[in-house]
């Protein structure tokens, strides 16, 4: 995993089906305005996971791909079972601004807001329907999936979801 995907994603296997995660920032400009002499550009940054399944049937040449919020935590978080996939991502949104002085030039970078979201996703067996469950806020350091469970450890707590409830 760490030579195919630079340490930056995963490979997962069940006994069907090969799925590669790897992680993606996206940047994109949000907003520009002045703001006394200054001209001030507000961009967001976040992180996606694009999830490709590959099946192992050597006759098969076709795959599934998905792009989703967050980047997925861990070799446990991620999990396999009657065709779907599960697993858990932290999506982070930062802002941060770029203040330019519209007589000098000079730049400054300032952070706007940052915002952390645990989410708990199914991916149908093609990976076209997602379901996405927003986790509590807390900030979520472990994730584990078992038969019909997940597990997220917390800094607080641990808790255990079934998945046929979310």
Known sequence: SAAALGGM???YTD???IYIAFFSEASEETDTYTEGSNNVEEFTTHCMTA???IPMEPKLTSHSEALIDGCFMGDFSIYSKDGNLYLCTIA???THAVYTDKNTGWSEHRDVSAEITGILYTLSADLSAISAY???DDVVFSARFA???AWIGYFSEELCY???EL
Request: proline content about 5%.
């Open 147 to 149: 038969e019909n469970y």
């Open 92 to 94: 982070e949104r930062k």
């Open 134 to 136: 927003t986790l509590p």
């Open 51 to 53: 999830v490709l399944k």
């Open 162 to 164: 079934d998945r046929s």
């Open 15 to 17: 006994s069907t089906d």
């Open 9 to 11: 994603g995963r490979i």
